[in-house]
Each structure stands twice: as C-alpha cells, then as structure tokens.
C-alpha cells in the first residue's frame, strides 16, 4: 500500500501538461532491401514490390524505428523514458490501439519524415491499479506532404507481484456473423522475425523468464502490432481493396505457441470489421477498416 501510496504521489506530482506538444523527427528511406525483408517474413515473394511501387498502407509501421543506444535502454528493452517520452513512474508499457489516416501513398525509394508529438498523457486508476494512457500523434510526409496521419495509444501499468499472473477478467465475446475466419498459429519465428525489422527489443516478446518473473504472463507474448498487421492483410485478401484508414483496439494478450483467429464481415457506410480471437473464443483485438467508396 505504501509503494502505492507513493506511486499515486508521483503521478499526481508530475506535470505532464508541460509534455503535451513536444515533439521529434525521424528520417527513414523505403528502400528495396527493407521492403524484400518484409515481404518474404509475410510469405511474400522478395521482389513482389519494385522501385516506385505503392506499399500496402500499414506497412508503414514497419518503418522508423526507435533507434536507442543500449545504454539508453530500460529493464525491459524498450527506450528509457525521460527524453520525448514522458518519464512516468509505472514498469510495465503495451500497446493498445491506433487511429490512422492514410492520406497517400509509401511507395519503395521515398525519402520519408516521421514527425511525432505527445497529444495526450492521462492517468487512470482501474480494477488492475494505476494506469497511464500515452497518446503519440504521428505524421509522415514525402516531399512535405502527409501520406500517413497515426494517433498511437500505449498503457503504462505498475509492476507484478512475482506469480501474480494476470488480472482476472471475463473475456470479452467477438463479434457475430463472420463471413470468413482463418485460424493462424502464433509463431515464435515470425514474431522473431517481425521485432528484427521493426527493431523492437520488448523483452515480453522473446525472453519468456522475463515474461513470466517480471511482468505476469504465461509464456512470451505476441506483439500487438503483428496481430494488427496479420488483420490488415487478411481483410485487404477478403475485400480486395485498399483501406483509407483504420482504427485498432487491443482487448486481450496473446501468447506465442498459441492459435488465434482472423475473422470479418462488412458493415454500412464502406467499413469493414475484424477481429482476432483467442484460442478459447474471447476478443484479443479488433480493427475496423475504412474502405474507399
């Protein structure tokens, strides 16, 4: 209760007004060896995208990575926080959903600019202890004009007890009335795979002591972002068209060694539900896509 105590102090004492508005720039080139490393890691062959190409839409996450000395790095392989991002004094952060535009086009030999501001930082105290909700409005141009507009939501969390596990919760249920479904095994050599290129170093994500000693999970788990990735592709597959946006929600974890599975249907006005399951039936994440007329 102290540690809590003394938690809650921190929050409430730290200015995080004085964050909303910083802001950084990267630079990234899409070049052709990048975009062959992503294509054959999702089963693609290696020269399916040439010079001048439009990449499909979210693969845009797979570009301007955080790139951190390793003496700038924290406990758990992530970028220590106190330089853009604010230094909240809570362990444990996930991924929880974005917001995106896709206004143009990435396409392979751009020369791109990622600019990124903190848009939002607020504390909650919920059922599993105080919380910290970290908004990241990212904007990337090409010859100064957008091609993606991101509005990206992590959680910050406090630490857990050794052999807590994790909070308890009733799952939620997906949603009815798929139209297809496909079941995908959540493989460590993808997963593996996917952090090399988007150079994550998340400890959650390959080092399962870690995993289960330091944060409470079961086994090593599956980055949220792939699982997003992974509905993209299945809905552009099924509807055969180019998404203009996307909202992304995560719900629930999942594991590495685990099946999940893709499901979606259409709904009104040019929109496009997914969502991802558990093996035993709960939402883990759900993207709805915004479909050109």
Known sequence: MAEQGAIERDL???????????????????????????????????????????LPPHWYSMFFPALARQSELGHDGHPRKGDFLPPVPLPRRMFVGRRVRFPGALRVGDHAVK?????????????????????????ISVSGKPVVIEDQEVVYREAAAPGAGLPQKAPTPPPEGAAWRETVFLDPVLLFRYSAITWNGHRIHY??????????????VQNGGLTVHLLVDAAIRHSGKRPAGLTARLSQPLFVGQNMVLAGHDVEDGRLATWAETESGGLAASVELHMPA
């Open 12 to 54: 409430s004492a730290l200015q995080f007004r004085d964050w909303i508005g910083r802001s950084t720039s990267t630079e990234d080139d899409i070049t052709v060896s990048a975009v062959r490393r992503i294509a054959v890691t999702f089963d693609r062959p290696a020269d399916t995208y040439g010079h001048g190409d439009a």
């Open 115 to 139: 600019r990124s501001e903190i848009a939002a930082v607020t504390p909650k105290l919920g059922r599993s202890g105080t919380m910290v909700f970290l908004t990241v409005r990212h904007t």
């Open 207 to 220: 080092d399962a002591d870690y995993a289960r000693e330091k944060e409470g999970y079961p086994a090593c």
